[in-house]
Antibody, heavy 116, light 110 residues
Framework: EVQLVEAGGGLVQPGGSLRLSCAASGLTFSDFWMSWVRQAPGKGLEWVASIKKDGSETQYVDSVKGRFTISRDNAKNSLCLQMNSLRAEDTAVYYC?????????WGQGTLVTVSS | QSALAQPPSASGSPGQSVTISCTGTSSDVGGYNYVSWFQQYPGKAPKLMIYEVNKRPSGVPDRFSGSKSGNTASLTVSGLQAEDEADYYCNSHAGSNIVLFGGGTKLTVL
């Protein structure tokens, strides 16, 4: 059974930083693109970032470019999202996802709240 | 890039069919056969229902089908059941190596 378990969410002040992690199991992690997708309270889904199977290519939505960094460690079956210079509009549930468009498996999500 | 356009709501009676549209441009929906559909219940993570326009993952009922014409993709739910009441989102590969989501459609089973 595929499991994606996110951790690292919480309350952070505007301008602060947070690092999300995702532990993957039940899949050959290095065979898949991985992504982060977020959902602001009461709003729709928004793609945030994706990383290629071997980590050689990363892609970001314009609103987080230069502030967020997606990375992976295939030896540890883990995915990370380093979030810097956080803004109120980054408040959302962040989901770790297997895939890039055909997002076949989702974690349960971790809530990031940016507020003073 | 703007989000893909979905109607905010759709509805149908049990047993009926309902179709939800997802409209983009030739740079996203119309340009690639990489459109997916997701079902989301309140407070839960989304679930993949359709990928690559019209393919169903294992375990998804064949009542769910996908199609595309030009810049518009569609999700059809046939033989509506009460359990189909949920939010539905489309997404698509877009140019410049980005992924776009639709705004979501709330499906109500009357």
């Amino acid at each position: 059974e595929v499991q994606l378990v996110e951790a690292g969410g919480g309350l952070v002040q505007p301008g602060g930083s947070l690092r999300l992690s995702c532990a993957a199991s039940g899949l050959t992690f290095s065979d898949f693109w991985m992504s982060w997708v977020r959902q602001a309270p009461g709003k729709g889904l928004e793609w945030v970032a994706s990383i290629k199977k071997d980590g050689s290519e990363t892609q970001y939505v314009d609103s987080v470019k230069g502030r967020f960094t997606i990375s992976r460690d295939n030896a540890k079956n883990s995915l990370c999202l380093q979030m810097n210079s956080l803004r109120a509009e980054d408040t959302a549930v962040y989901y770790c996802v297997r895939g890039r468009v055909a997002m076949g498996y989702w974690g349960q999500g971790t809530l990031v709240t940016v507020s003073s | 890039q703007s989000a893909l356009a979905q109607p905010p709501s759709a509805s149908g009676s049990p047993g009926q069919s309902v179709t939800i549209s997802c409209t983009g441009t030739s740079s996203d929906v119309g340009g690639y056969n990489y459109v997916s559909w997701f079902q989301q219940y309140p407070g839960k993570a989304p679930k993949l229902m359709i990928y690559e326009v019209n393919k169903r993952p294992s375990g998804v009922p064949d009542r769910f089908s996908g199609s595309k014409s030009g810049n518009t993709a569609s999700l059809t739910v046939s033989g509506l059941q009460a359990e189909d009441e949920a939010d539905y989102y489309c997404n698509s590969h877009a140019g410049s190596n980005i992924v776009l989501f639709g705004g979501g459609t709330k499906l109500t089973v009357l």
